[in-house]
């Protein structure tokens, strides 16, 4: 929600009237097809799309009984503002194929380094190096809808027809929904540290989002744990039965 309300908070306060942002996420990693050709990121695509699925920031308020003024960065400027200095938002992706891939290897040419082994919860090397706490944002979104960042990745990677179905599937199964023992190779206890959290607690959280209905369970409707104390999908092939 940050990455597309602070921009355009800040475009009004500066006078700013034109923000490019690379890849349109929802065209990227999949989308309605009545959206695909859109290239303007205004109010409707943010509720629609950027973050809160529906949901506005006036619900956080009313339903969760977050502060309002804690929410300021995340809420969007009036139409008057915006038309005030006219701002205007455009993705990239929408005018050059946009390609992680592609983007990587051009990056790479320009100095930049990657991390040297696929990263943890991923298949690619060279995503995500800049906050260890992904990681666990990535394990979340796995327990609760039970694909995570290397299904994304990999769906990309097939669209694309980089690899066929039976090697994404491969991959899926030995990298995504890990527990996430470390991220960067920085262990789980460091990293939670800086929220204030144990590992205890951390697990108490991930047990009260889990969908169930997801994973192998015991007799007793205990899930089930492999050697790395990772879930194990009923289905990974997300077929119906």
């Known amino acids: 929600m940050g990455i597309f309300t602070i921009p355009v908070r800040a475009a009004v306060q500066f006078g700013v009237s034109l923000i490019v942002w690379g890849e ?6 999949g989308g309605p097809a009545s959206a695909s050709k859109n290239n303007v990121l205004n109010r409707q695509w943010l509720e629609e799309f950027g973050g809160l699925l529906g949901l506005r920031v006036a619900d956080l308020t009313e339903s969760y009984g977050i502060r309002e003024a804690d929410l300021i960065p995340y809420s969007y400027p009036t139409d008057d503002e915006l038309a005030a200095v006219g701002v205007t938002g455009l993705f990239l992706g929408y005018y050059f194929p946009w390609d992680g891939f592609t983007n990587y290897f051009l990056s790479q040419a320009h100095g930049f380094k990657s991390f040297g082994k696929v990263i943890e919860g991923s298949v690619v090397d060279y995503e ?3 906050n260890h706490q992904t990681g666990i944002h990535d394990y979340l979104k796995f327990l609760k809808f039970g694909f995570g960042r ?4 990999v769906s990309i990677a097939l669209r ?4 066929t ?5 491969e991959l899926i ?7 996430p023992w470390t991220y960067l190779g920085k262990p789980l206890d460091q990293i939670l540290n800086r929220i204030d959290l144990t590992i205890e607690e951390f697990d108490a959280i991930c047990e009260r989002f889990t ?5 192998l369970k015991d007799k007793e409707g205990q899930l089930l744990r492999d050697s790395t104390n990772s879930l194990i999908k009923v289905n990974y092939e997300n077929l119906e039965e």
């Open 165 to 169: 179905r039976n090697q994404g599937l």
């Open 160 to 163: 694309r027809e980089r690899i």
């Open 173 to 179: 199964k030995l990298h995504d929904g890990k527990y």
């Open 150 to 153: 290397a299904t994304d990745l």
């Open 128 to 130: 995500n190096l800049d």
């Open 24 to 29: 349109n996420s929802q065209n990227e990693y």
């Open 211 to 215: 969908n169930k209905d997801l994973f």
